[in-house]
């Protein structure tokens, strides 16, 4: 079945790395995604990645994925006030199937 | 701003009442996605539709129906409401119903309390 279970809060200093875990039970996800909300705003698509690839980067933002363990982090360096909001970790068997997220993790930055 | 609008933004509403919640898709979007956010279950999918057809199910209870109209934009009537009913409800929609990286787009959610 698909089942996405993540942390549900991290507290980092302002300058510090975040680092934002995610586990799935799905083996056959495809697509795995991050999205974030801030407050009183809906989800934005932050990053993805597909299930061959290992990591992806893209500028302040890490994403590593282990297929075996089936765990997706998110790595945000120099992590800023403004990065404050909740993070998603989502799946996607093709792409073509409604993404199922997981809770999500309230990251709040302090000054 | 996502090109995702959703009326109304807040609604307060009475147990056993009904409520319809509006989504207008961004401009050539033509797959409409609902889910429920609320602090407990978290983000769950209600239900999809592709071009005015129903795409996908997912845990939508009988007492919720959905629709998408020809100018695609898209209702989710919820009736018989119950306390448990009080969260936020998104409307997300993406081109061709997420074939390719399945980015959606969210509205601002409609935030519904049942009292």
């Known amino acids: 079945g698909e089942d996405v279970e993540q942390s549900l809060f991290l507290s980092v200093r302002e300058g510090d790395s975040s680092v934002i875990n995610c586990t799935y039970t799905?083996?056959?996800?495809?697509?795995l995604y991050w999205y974030k909300q801030e407050p009183g705003a809906g989800l934005q698509l932050l990053t993805y990645?597909?299930?061959?690839?290992d990591m992806k980067q893209d500028q302040r933002l890490t994403v590593l994925l282990n297929k075996k363990d089936k765990h997706l982090s998110l790595r945000i360096a120099d992590t800023q006030t403004g990065d404050s909001a909740i993070y998603f970790c989502?799946?996607?068997?093709?792409?073509?199937?409604?993404?199922?997220f997981g809770k999500g993790t309230r990251l709040s930055v302090i000054a | 701003d996502s090109g995702v609008t959703q009326t109304p933004k807040h609604l307060i509403t009475a147990t056993g009442q009904r409520v319809t919640l509006r989504c207008s898709p961004r401009?050539?979007?033509?797959?409409v996605y609902w889910y429920q956010q609320s602090l407990d279950q978290g983000l769950q999918f209600l239900i999809q539709?592709?071009?005015?057809?129903?795409?996908a199910k997912g845990n939508i209870l009988e007492r919720f129906s959905a629709q998408q109209f020809p100018d695609l934009h898209s209702e989710l009537n919820l009736s018989s409401l119950e306390l448990g009913d009080s969260a936020l409800y998104f409307c997300?929609?993406?081109?061709?119903?997420?074939?390719?990286?399945?980015?959606?787009?969210f509205g601002e959610g409609s935030r519904l309390t049942v009292l």
């Open positions: 997300a929609s993406s081109v061709d119903g997420g074939r390719m990286i399945g980015e959606l787009f």
């Open positions: 799905d083996s056959s996800s495809t697509y």
């Open positions: 990645i597909f299930s061959n690839m």
């Open positions: 989502a799946e996607s068997k093709s792409g073509n199937t409604p993404l199922v």
């Open positions: 401009s050539g979007d033509l797959s």
């Open positions: 539709y592709y071009n005015g057809e129903e795409r």
